[in-house]
Nanobody, 125 residues
Framework: QVQLVESGGGLVQAGGSLRLSCAAS????????MAWFRQAPGKEREFVAA????????NYADSVKGRFTISRDNAKNTVDLQMNSLKPEDTAVYYC??????????????????WGQGTQVTVSS
């Protein structure tokens, strides 16, 4: 089992940057594939980015490709999301998620076993 805690959200102007971090408890963080999702008011939770256990690959939603970067540090039990060139439509609660089964990069929230509580990102125009 793993517990996830996100941090780093806040209010930023369009064009600005934020870095989100997700800290995981437990000694088995490296056995989980990780992802970031987001949910805007009145909308479904949507996939943002994913990274496998090794951290050697990444996968992004088209809407954030080229602007966001996901990374992980298995020694520190963290997964980060660097967000650049932020747009008002990036406003949402951002969640990190962990998958214990094989495979990675899934875009369906049902494929993930553990979730953090979320952190709010608000981008003003």
């Amino acid at each position: 089992q793993v517990q996830l805690v996100e941090s780093g959200g806040g209010l930023v102007q369009a064009g600005g940057s934020l870095r989100l971090s997700c800290a995981a408890s437990g000694r088995t963080f490296s056995t989980y594939a990780m992802a970031w999702f987001r949910q805007a008011p009145g909308k479904e939770r949507e996939f943002v980015a994913a990274i496998p256990r090794s951290g050697r690959s990444t996968n992004y939603a088209d809407s954030v490709k080229g602007r966001f970067t996901i990374s992980r540090d298995n020694a520190k039990n963290t997964v980060d999301l660097q967000m650049n060139s932020l747009k008002p439509e990036d406003t949402a609660v951002y969640y990190c998620a962990a998958r214990g089964l094989t495979g990675w990069g899934y875009r369906n929230r049902d494929e993930y076993d553990y979730w953090g509580q979320g952190t709010q990102v608000t981008v003003s125009s």
